[in-house]
Nanobody
Framework: VRLVESGGGSVQSGGSLTLSCVAS????????MAWFRQTPGIEREGLAT???????SYADSVKGRFIISRDNAKNTLSLQMNSLKPEDTALYYC????????????????RGQGTQVTVSS
């Protein structure tokens, strides 16, 4: 099983980035997927989920700025991030859940290593 993120980098405040996650080794369409971010010393923060039934949800901190999407034919998950702020600086990673009622507080079945996003003011 592999989840590999890409698309991170450095951007100025107000800019945009699109992250991608490529999954392999499991039946992607049968899993709910989510994006998280992690900052040293701070508990992980759930950002967006795209459930296997097509339901999408966002954390309040990113609602209206980030857009999650998935392509089951290509086993990919994306996160379009707009109007980035310095406080969005973190390691971003994707995660897969076979089942989760509320993915943000559940332990994923699989997760990637992450891609770093740095937003400067």
């Amino acid at each position: 099983v592999r989840l590999v993120e890409s698309g991170g980098g450095s951007v100025q405040s107000g800019g945009s980035l699109t992250l991608s996650c490529v999954a392999s080794g499991f039946t992607y369409s049968s899993y709910s997927m989510a994006w998280f971010r992690q900052t040293p010393g701070i508990e992980r923060e759930g950002l967006a989920t795209f459930a296997r039934d097509g339901t999408i949800s966002y954390a309040d901190s990113v609602k209206g700025r980030f857009i999650i999407s998935r392509d089951n034919a290509k086993n990919t998950l994306s996160l379009q991030m707009n109007s980035l702020k310095p406080e969005d600086t973190a390691l971003y990673y994707c995660a897969a859940f076979r089942t989760c009622q509320w993915c943000f507080s559940s332990k994923p079945d699989f997760r990637g290593q992450g891609t770093q996003v740095t937003v400067s003011s």
